[in-house]
């Protein structure tokens, strides 16, 4: 079992619609969760963060916590043509180390 | 502000060599980590740095190593690269080690093993 997995996709959504975007994590103590936005070609770019159970908004973006499930989600309202990107969920946990586990990301496409 | 900025940007090597990358964090952070990124797959963390000092250390064999100096720059080596060793390799830096810190990433090096 991986310890952060994403659906792969290809997921497709009209401009306009809810785009959301799913990750589980196989680690408990997992502390801090991020989504994060990464064009083709290009690096991630850090979107959203959230460390308590419960949803948290940030303008089109909402990302939404559960760790008695183990499951972090991020919903993108108002989808544009240009969050056509891959998404890229990670966590970390306490200890020694603080290093980001990824997951192999979303590709989302959002059409005209 | 200046955001993460690594050198080179793109680097073609053959097998057997060795490289050198670099990495600037953002000005005021001290924490500076390394990730892998292979094509289809999120990135895999290499190495930690916070203050100078190995902080974590990923699946990674010994041919990778890096430092950390006094201005909190960075770099990472790979010796006796392996065509395996194609990828593009990211820096991301965090004010603080603390695992709520949102680490910022550079535009990466892009490097090729012929």
């Known amino acids: 079992q991986k310890e952060v997995e994403q659906n792969s996709g290809p997921l497709s959504v009209p401009e306009g619609a809810i785009a959301s975007l799913n990750c589980t994590y196989s680690d408990r103590v997992s502390q801090s969760f991020f989504w994060y936005r990464q064009y083709s070609g290009k690096s991630p770019e850090l979107i959203m963060s959230?460390?308590?159970?419960g949803d948290k908004e940030d303008g089109r973006f909402t990302a939404q916590l559960n760790k008695a499930s183990q499951y972090v989600s991020l919903l993108i309202r108002d989808s544009q043509p240009s969050d056509s990107a891959t998404y890229l969920c990670?966590?970390?946990?306490?200890?020694?180390?603080?290093?980001?586990?990824f997951g192999s990301g979303t590709q989302l496409t959002v059409l005209p | 502000d200046a955001g993460v900025t690594q050198s080179p940007t793109h680097l073609i090597k053959t097998r057997g060599q060795h490289v050198t990358l670099r990495c600037s964090p953002i000005?005021?952070?001290?924490?500076v980590s390394w990730y892998q990124q292979v094509l289809g797959q999120g990135p895999q963390f290499i190495f930690q740095y916070y203050e100078k000092e190995e902080r974590g250390r990923g699946n990674f064999p010994d041919r990778f190593s890096a430092r950390q100096f006094p201005n909190y720059s960075s770099e990472l080596n790979v010796n006796a690269l392996l065509l395996g060793d194609s990828a593009l390799y990211l820096c991301?830096?965090?004010?603080?080690?603390?695992?709520?810190?949102?680490?910022?990433f550079g535009d990466g090096t892009r490097l090729s093993i012929l």
């Open positions: 990670a966590v970390t946990r306490s200890g020694s180390a603080r290093q980001l586990t």
């Open positions: 991301a830096s965090s004010f603080r080690e603390s695992s709520n810190q949102p680490q910022h």
């Open positions: 959230i460390y308590s159970n």
């Open positions: 000005s005021g952070h001290k924490s």
